[in-house]
Nanobody, 128 residues
Framework: EVQLVESGGGLVLPGGSLKLSCEAS????????MAWVRQGPGEEFEWVSS????????YYADSVKGRFTISRDGARSTLYLQMNDLKTDDTAVYYC?????????????????????RGQGTQVTVTS
């Protein structure tokens, strides 16, 4: 059974930083494509970033490029999202997800798969 547990969210001032973590289990994390998605209050899911399984190539939404960094630690089966220069628009619940790179590309265009796994989410609030 796929299990994803996010942590690291919190309340931060604009311009601040947070590092999110996602502990994964129940599948071969080292070869899995992984993604971070978010959902702002009253909004649809938004794809944020992905990292390829095996090759670790990274991909970002234009809204976070240059500010967020996705990474993984295969030995710990943990996915990370380093978020710098946070903006109020970044306020959302952040989820890690087992989206393939193709699914992430489609999600970027607003087309989400019928079934996909995500954790319970971690709240990030950016406010002055």
């Amino acid at each position: 059974e796929v299990q994803l547990v996010e942590s690291g969210g919190g309340l931060v001032l604009p311009g601040g930083s947070l590092k999110l973590s996602c502990e994964a289990s129940g599948f071969d994390f080292s070869i899995a494509d992984m993604a971070w998605v978010r959902q702002g209050p009253g909004e649809e899911f938004e794809w944020v970033s992905s990292i390829g399984g095996g090759h670790d190539r990274t991909y970002y939404a234009d809204s976070v490029k240059g500010r967020f960094t996705i990474s993984r630690d295969g030995a710990r089966s943990t996915l990370y999202l380093q978020m710098n220069d946070l903006k109020t628009d970044d306020t959302a619940v952040y989820y890690c997800a087992t989206l393939t790179l193709v699914q992430s590309l489609n999600a970027r265009a607003g087309v989400w798969p019928e079934h996909w796994s995500r954790g319970q989410g971690t709240q990030v609030t950016v406010t002055s």
